[in-house]
T-cell receptor, first 110, second 111 residues
Framework: DTEVTQTPKHLVMGMTNKKSLKCEQHMGHRAMYWYKQKAKKPPELMFVYSYEKLSINESVPSRFSPECPNSSLLNLHLHALQPEDSALYLC?????????FGPGTRLTVL | GQQLNQSPQSMFIQEGEDVSMNCTSSSIFNTWLWYKQDPGEGPVLLIALYKAGELTSNGRLTAQFGITRKDSFLNISASIPSDVGIYFCAGHTGSNYKLTFGKGTLLTVNP
């Protein structure tokens, strides 16, 4: 099973809302990632978790808050987002080599 | 930080033609990866390369890890309409789990 799942597929939220994105993998991978992607641009790294601990934060604003409840799950909590945060949010996992990506959550902030 | 220079930026080809794209870096990478992304979907891993000089095929796709460890190319033979999409190269330096991406090559195949 090389699948990474993400929910929801689409999310529309207002600037005062609080919402969460969820990601799950059952490949036993030790690293999990959140990426943000704008149209026709490469994915931009936001966070990396290694062995359930945050190992990389690419200077992401605090309105994005990651959480890794266990080795299979990764959440991204969203609060007080701005319209420019609208993008495709991708989760990925790896064992140190190739990273496997989920289908993404298309986020629109109104 | 590390940057990957991917070229060409876009390609328009006829069905049946072969395609070649490449990535170069000023830094040494320990792993080179090639992904394809369709609109609204996540990138799909096509080929992973782990050794300098390694040449790996996946169906009509062939990729190589450059000897200097600073470049990689991807060839697609006998292109078909479903090859349309954005192709990204990516690499690891191996010092952490950070994956650096190229800017992508947009491939259009005319039937």
């Amino acid at each position: 099973d090389t699948e990474v799942t993400q929910t929801p597929k689409h999310l529309v939220m207002g600037m005062t809302n609080k919402k969460s994105l969820k990601c799950e993998q059952h490949m036993g991978h030790r690293a999990m990632y959140w990426y943000k992607q704008k149209a026709k641009k490469p994915p931009e790294l936001m966070f990396v978790y290694s062995y359930e601990k945050l190992s990389i934060n690419e200077s992401v604003p605090s309105r994005f808050s990651p959480e890794c409840p266990n080795s299979s799950l990764l959440n991204l909590h969203l609060h007080a987002l701005q319209p420019e945060d609208s993008a495709l949010y991708l989760c990925a996992s790896s064992q140190g080599g190739g990273a496997f990506f989920g289908p993404g959550t298309r986020l629109t902030v109104l | 930080g590390q940057q990957l220079n991917q070229s060409p930026q876009s390609m328009f080809i006829q069905e049946g033609e072969d395609v070649s794209m490449n990535c170069t870096s000023s830094s040494i990478f320990n792993t080179w990866l090639w992904y394809k992304q369709d609109p609204g979907e996540g990138p799909v891993l096509l080929i992973a390369l782990y050794k300098a000089g390694e040449l790996t095929s996946n169906g009509r796709l062939t990729a190589q890890f450059g000897i200097t460890r600073k470049d990689s190319f991807l060839n697609i033979s006998a292109s078909i309409p479903s090859d349309v999409g954005i192709y990204f190269c990516a690499g690891h330096t191996g010092s952490n789990y950070k994956l650096t991406f190229g800017k992508g090559t947009l491939l259009t195949v005319n039937p």
